[in-house]
């Protein structure tokens, strides 16, 4: 199993920046997807940005498109979430999620596209980030 381990995560006014980090250990393939998904209490959990680098693919849900940007250092180990111009509605707990090795051909149930097309085997515990 891939352990995902988030940070970055805090209280912001509405129009800030805030950069998630999540480090991976055990995470080898470029051919699998890892992925930022939130969620606020009673809600569903939404898929927000993920990405593919074999060969390269990101997903963004349109609520976030133009204001995260999601990259991946595999040299590093490490997934990094961008957020700018930060709404109250972002406010959610943020987990890291992997589907490698994409055994597991169970369709994605957050629809993130051909970048993630199958269910996450690995979450992380997540980091909460709050807009004010």
């Known amino acids: 199993h891939v352990q995902l381990v988030e940070s970055g995560g805090g209280s912001v006014q509405a129009g800030e920046s805030r950069r998630l980090s999540c480090v991976t250990s055990?995470?080898?393939?470029?051919?699998?997807?890892v992925a930022w998904v939130r969620q606020v209490p009673g809600k569903e959990r939404e898929g927000v940005a993920g990405i593919r680098t074999g060969p390269s693919n990101t997903f963004y849900a349109d609520s976030v498109k133009g204001r995260f940007t999601i990259s991946l250092d595999i040299y590093k180990n490490t997934l990094t979430l961008q957020m700018n111009n930060l709404k109250a509605e972002d406010t959610a707990m943020y987990y890291c999620?992997?589907?490698?090795?994409?055994?597991?051909?169970?369709?994605?149930?957050?629809?993130?596209?051909?970048?993630?097309?199958?269910?996450?085997?690995?979450w992380g515990r997540g980091t909460q980030v709050t807009v004010s």
């Open positions: 999620a992997s589907d490698f090795p994409a055994r597991d051909r169970t369709p994605n149930p957050f629809n993130m596209g051909p970048a993630c097309p199958f269910v996450f085997r690995d």
């Open positions: 055990g995470y080898t393939s470029t051919t699998s997807c």
